[in-house]
């Protein structure tokens, strides 16, 4: 009954690869994030969908691809994996679009050699 | 964008103390947020404060919050082990989009 689930949780990959994490939630929340904790633990948002829809899209590089079927699932594709990739990504939700609480997935360590 | 800075980055304290943590930021802000996280797992989200509260409690914890100097404080009494983690402060900037401190990692020696 875990509120917001990502697979997988360990990533290992070569650089110029292709992969996906998953993310679900089943908090009946209507926003969904994608963060990046990088090796000094700083915490930033890539993207944000509300219903679907994007709402928030940092400057990130075009390689990443968010995706959401329905409201409780918020994909992220990466092609052409680089070394500077390598951190860990972090999905989240809320209720509303200025949610106060967000509530985090367990995150998913990706490392690319 | 601007995020939040957290002082000290790394605190360590014995079993049974109080240890206390600043943020600062540079915005205005409708609320702030503490999180916390253990090793390896993601945010925990613990208090909120909003922007005409001074002092909030929860169980152990105590925020509190002087927008005249843009400044938030979390302590929290009586330490246990399981309290070692690093706990983030948060606040919106603009209203979409949830900005964090860098951090205050904490060590709870029993």
């Known amino acids: 009954d875990t509120a917001v689930s990502q697979t997988p949780k360990y990533l290992v990959t070569q650089m110029g690869n292709d992969k996906s994490i998953k993310c679900e939630q089943n908090?009946?929340?209507?926003?969904m994030y994608w963060y990046k904790q990088d090796s000094k633990k700083f915490l930033k948002i890539m993207f944000s969908?509300?219903?679907?829809?994007?709402?928030i899209n940092e400057t990130v590089p075009n390689r990443f691809s968010p995706k959401s079927p329905d409201k409780a699932h918020l994909n992220l594709h990466i092609n052409s994996l680089e070394l500077g990739d390598s951190a860990v990504y972090f999905c989240?939700?809320?209720?509303?679009?200025?949610?106060?609480?967000?509530?985090f997935g367990p995150g998913t360590r990706l490392l690319v050699l | 964008s601007q995020q939040g800075e957290e002082d000290p980055q790394a605190l360590s304290i014995q079993e049974g103390e109080n240890a206390t943590m600043n943020c600062s930021y540079k915005?205005?802000?409708?609320?702030l947020q503490w999180y916390r996280q253990n090793s390896g797992r993601g945010l925990v989200h613990l208090i909120l404060?909003?922007?005409?509260?001074r002092e909030k409690h929860s169980g152990r914890l105590r925020v509190t919050l002087d927008t005249s100097k843009k400044s938030s404080s979390l302590l929290i009494t009586a330490s246990r082990a399981a309290d070692t983690a690093s706990y983030f402060c948060?606040?919106?900037?603009?209203?979409?989009?949830?900005?964090f401190g860098q951090g205050t990692r904490l060590t709870i020696n029993p």
């Open positions: 969908y509300n219903n679907k829809e994007l709402i």
């Open positions: 948060a606040f919106y900037q603009g209203a979409q989009k949830l900005v």
């Open positions: 908090l009946g929340h209507d926003t």
């Open positions: 989240a939700s809320s209720q509303e679009v200025a949610g106060e609480t967000q509530y």
């Open positions: 404060i909003r922007s005409n509260e």
């Open positions: 915005t205005s802000i409708n609320n």
